[in-house]
């Protein structure tokens, strides 16, 4: 079973700070099917990136995502007042097939 | 505007059963995989199961493999978790999602999920 562990589980930052958040996997996964994840008190999930590096639809630039094997980053580059939430990162295996959410990082405001 | 509605939450005792439904409007449900993801109170997420667009096939985390069952009507636009057995740890907001697949057509392959409702919530406690 693989177990995504992101870090820092939180971050203090102010706006304009450049947020950079890690999800890391306990064993090599392909980047295809991992994805990130909003989410504000209150609200659903809203997804950011997928294929660890494809923005979907309406998500603005400043969000980015990047990585490979076991170590992926979703980096925000330019913190707007609304970013700060907690961000997710979700992977999922075709065989046998399992689904997997990491345990979140909480971006706070400093 | 695409909406995926969910009901069925309530309080039930520890060893009962409640069913959820997931009401899907403004799109085609049944060209879509679609999901059950929890969260417990003040917790992160946890994918529950899912299911294929045709209903043929579906899995489950194993913390509720034999105790859950997730179906789907195709001609009313919903999805359902029938939830069995219920334990104190069930205790969450139950997320129904969309979701996007592509295993088949390269280059891009993915596997997320695109549209969220806004939760249910099931108590189990007596």
């Known amino acids: 079973e693989i177990v995504l562990t992101q870090s820092p589980g939180t971050l203090s930052l102010s706006p304009g700070e450049r947020a950079t958040l890690s999800c890391r996997a306990s064993?090599?996964?392909?980047?295809?099917?991992l994805a990130w994840y909003q989410q504000k008190p209150g609200q659903a999930p809203r997804v950011l990136i997928y294929g660890a590096s494809s923005r979907a639809p309406d998500i603005p630039d400043r969000f980015s995502g990047s990585g490979s094997g076991t170590d992926f980053t979703l980096t925000i580059s330019r913190l707007e007042p609304e970013d700060f939430a907690v961000y997710y990162c979700?992977?999922?295996?075709?065989?046998?097939?399992?689904?997997?959410f990491g345990g979140g990082t909480k971006v706070e405001i400093k | 505007e695409v909406l995926l509605v969910e009901s069925g939450g309530g309080l039930v005792q520890p060893g009962g059963s409640l069913r959820l439904s997931c009401a899907a409007s403004?799109?085609?449900?049944?060209?879509?995989?679609m999901h059950w993801v929890r969260q417990a109170p003040g917790k992160g997420l946890v994918w529950v199961s899912h299911i294929h667009s045709d209903g043929t096939s579906a899995i489950y985390a194993d913390s509720v493999k034999g105790r859950f069952t997730i179906s789907r009507d195709n001609a009313k636009n919903t999805l359902y978790l029938q939830m069995n057995s219920l334990r104190a740890e069930d205790t969450a907001v139950y997320y129904c999602?969309?979701?996007?697949?592509?295993?088949?057509?390269?280059?891009?392959?993915?596997?997320?999920?695109?549209?969220w409702g806004k939760g249910a919530t099931v108590t189990v406690s007596s």
């Open positions: 064993q090599s996964v392909s980047s295809s099917y």
């Open positions: 999602a969309r979701g996007r697949v592509n295993f088949w057509s390269p280059p891009s392959y993915y596997y997320y999920m695109d549209v």
């Open positions: 403004g799109f085609t449900f049944s060209s879509y995989w």
């Open positions: 979700q992977h999922y295996v075709t065989s046998p097939p399992s689904l997997t």
